[in-house]
């Protein structure tokens, strides 16, 4: 299926039968793609009585449950819901799915300490002079997918300073994808500066933006501007397991 639609004042074509998956799928009993040390991702059948929901354990239909943390197992898709008292829900904030989207890629700076940042500097040299968008995706250098399978857990992987959330707040960005665990840093006594900043909480909460983290992003996907669709699961949650495609834009 092909469609067309304006951006920038321009007219741009997708099609949606090319979609690229930045998702990163979940294997059963995997130790990994995981972080701040969430169980497994597990896969199990239902049990009860002499019924064994498998088919391979002679059951006629396959009938499993799934135990998943959202924050921790993969890519996913999280609403202001991650750190208020009140009962936000990524189901409830998240009320369109089509956007566009614009993927850059950045060195992380390295601090003294060994922390590595994404700074306010690093986005304006990516961000300053091109058309504002909806949704900004971040990728990270180094860049293979090891990514894939990687336990962030007590690893202090890269962050982002308060300084670089603010740029994007000024950019007019409400829905931040990144293949980080998190935007802020993995250790920070509970201050969540980032995503309280993000979020505009707790004086101006902004609860139609969201962020999805744990992506990948291969190579082989440019830095350019990417007609985008958010897939989440239909559930009263702060945050959803999702799915992130991207379609080519073109003239």
Known sequence: MLISFVFDGLLFKSDLSAGKDISIPL?????APKCFYAPDFKIEPVVAGNFIGS???????????IFINPHGNGTHTECVGHITKEPFTIHECLKEFHYVARLVTLIPEVLPNGDQIIT????????????????????????????????????NPPYFTLEAIHYL??????????DLPSIDREEDGGRLDGHKTFWGYPDHIKNNKTITEM??????????????????????SDASPSKIMLYEMNR
Request: with cysteine; hydrophobic share 40%.
């Open 27 to 31: 294997i059963s009993d995997a130790v």
């Open 55 to 65: 088919v391979e354990a002679g059951s006629p239909v396959n009938f499993k449950n």
């Open 120 to 155: 306010e500097q690093l986005l304006i040299e990516k961000l300053e002079n091109v058309p504002n968008t909806d949704v900004i995706i971040i990728r990270t250098l180094p860049n293979d997918d090891g990514k894939m399978v990687a336990d962030y857990s007590g690893k």
């Open 169 to 178: 707040h000024k950019k007019g960005v409400n829905h931040l994808i990144t």
């Open 215 to 236: 992506v990948y992003v291969p190579d082989g996907i440019l830095d350019d501007v990417y007609f985008c669709n958010i897939q989440i699961v239909s559930i009263m």
